[in-house]
């Protein structure tokens, strides 16, 4: 009877032990079903992944698969993110970047604090960036580079930015301002041969400028019309703001 115990306990211990490994393993932040980068760069993807996870709370996700049945892969995309559960928190907070190399595309979807650091215009920014190397075939490279871009828009958008733009700016104007001020006090200062005249009688004949009438004359309007082009170039953006998607 002891040894049926003992039996039945080293069991449960082994399927409790396959069973944390086969969660450990569908949930990571890589799903690379193609194959498209070697265990070890997966490794390292993995890692910068999962960095951004622990820092900000917000998943980061690398996906491959063979084929995007929907017409949009932005749609594609989003249904991943949420069918497998990703995000953090109740707000679901990540970013996805799926690929398909037999389709060559490209999507960047966003959701929660992900959309507020990357917005349409940053994602197909993003997408961009990361177009030659995946054209290329260097998937490990184009997946770090997203995870990069990923850490640096998500700490801006949490933490703030390095360099605030705005208080740039107004350190500029200001900065401006006072070489302005200084230069042209210099320059006043050099002109000691003219005098303040509180008339124009000196530059004027007399009897000239008597005004003997006045009135204003509307003689024609010019109006030019130009239509706005709707600028395409292969992209797509979602209309809320959800991400991007390219062909490569």
Known sequence: MKKIFVFLICTLIVCAS???VFAA????????????VSEAQEALLS??????????????????????PTEDPLDYAEYIFFDNGFGCGENKDGVLLLVSDSEGSCALFTNGIGR???DSDTALDICNEIKGDLSE??????????ADECDYYINGEINGFPYDFTVGIIGSLVFGFVVAFIVTGIMKGQLKSVRKQDSAD????KGSMDVTGAKDLYLYSNITRIKKENNSSGSSRGSSGRGASIKF
């Open 25 to 36: 393993e569908e949930g990571g932040l890589v799903w690379d079903t193609e194959d498209l």
């Open 18 to 20: 396959s069973f944390v």
């Open 137 to 146: 075939g260097k998937y490990a490279k184009a997946f770090s580079a997203f």
């Open 202 to 205: 000196r530059y004027t004949k």
């Open 47 to 68: 890692e910068q992944l999962e960095g951004i996870k622990f820092k900000y709370s917000v998943e980061a996700v690398v996906v491959t698969v063979a084929d995007i």
């Open 116 to 118: 507020d650091a990357i």
